[in-house]
């Protein structure tokens, strides 16, 4: 299966803004679609966003008009840009390409924490 690496967290104040990365090792991934999910502590991982191979995207209404997600084919990235942080943001961010991976295989994730 294809292992996916998710990078650009880190600790932001409230109302900053982070872009995380997804990056693949084959452009089998430019095929596929891509999810961010996100688990915070104590809590069940939940979608975050999501698009297609063609482009076609999709938010969980929490985030939706804050978080921008895309994707450079050329790359073999996909992006999740998240404007206008709120402290409910923080969370283990995952991405996740579910017709190149195993349900329940997840990455390692990247870390986003926001302080009030």
């Known amino acids: 299966q294809v292992q996916l690496v998710e990078s650009g967290g880190g600790l932001v104040q409230a109302g900053g803004s982070l872009r995380l990365s997804c990056a693949a090792p084959?452009?089998?991934?430019?095929?596929?679609?891509v999810f961010w999910y996100r688990q915070a502590p104590g809590k069940q991982r939940e979608l975050v966003a999501g698009?297609?191979?063609?482009?076609?995207?999709r938010y969980a209404d929490s985030v939706k008009g804050r978080f921008t997600i895309s994707r450079d084919n050329a790359k073999n990235t996909v992006y999740l840009l998240m404007n206008s942080l709120k402290p409910e943001d923080t969370a283990v961010y995952y991405c996740?390409?579910?017709?190149?991976?195993?349900?329940?295989?997840w990455g390692q994730g990247t870390q986003v924490t926001v302080s009030s």
């Open positions: 698009i297609t191979s063609g482009g076609a995207t």
């Open positions: 084959e452009s089998i991934f430019n095929i596929a679609a």
């Open positions: 996740k390409a579910p017709t190149l991976q195993k349900a329940d295989y």
